[in-house]
């Protein structure tokens, strides 16, 4: 079973930027398509954005412009690249495969947005 580790979360105020990491124990993760999903505080997980194999990306309108997601195969690692954080970015931010498969979710990494 694949685990995944994500890290980077933390406590920011608006405007500011955190950079989230998620290690993933794939063998194969280079053809992958990895997504990062968030859950804020009763509501639904919501995917943020995906990276395919050939490095293409996709992002949800509401951090457009403002998220990047980016991966390191060799490290078998997604990262996600935030900035301009604003109040309701605040959640629980997960990654995983962004495809109809989904391993098991790891613990996930809190953002919080506060001033």
């Known amino acids: 079973q694949v685990q995944l580790v994500e890290s980077g979360g933390g406590l920011v105020q608006p405007g500011g930027s955190l950079r989230l990491s998620c290690a993933a124990s794939d063998t194969v993760f280079s053809i992958r398509v990895m997504g990062w999903y968030r859950q804020a505080p009763g509501k639904q997980r919501e995917v943020v954005a995906f990276?395919?194999?050939?490095?293409?990306?996709y992002y949800q309108d509401r951090v457009k412009g403002r998220y990047t997601i980016s991966r390191d195969n060799p490290e078998k690692t997604v990262y996600l690249q935030m900035n301009s954080l604003n109040l309701e970015d605040t959640a629980v931010y997960y990654c995983n495969r962004a495809d109809s498969v989904k391993w098991s979710w790891g613990q996930g990494t809190q953002v919080t947005v506060s001033s």
């Open positions: 990276i395919n194999s050939d490095g293409n990306t």
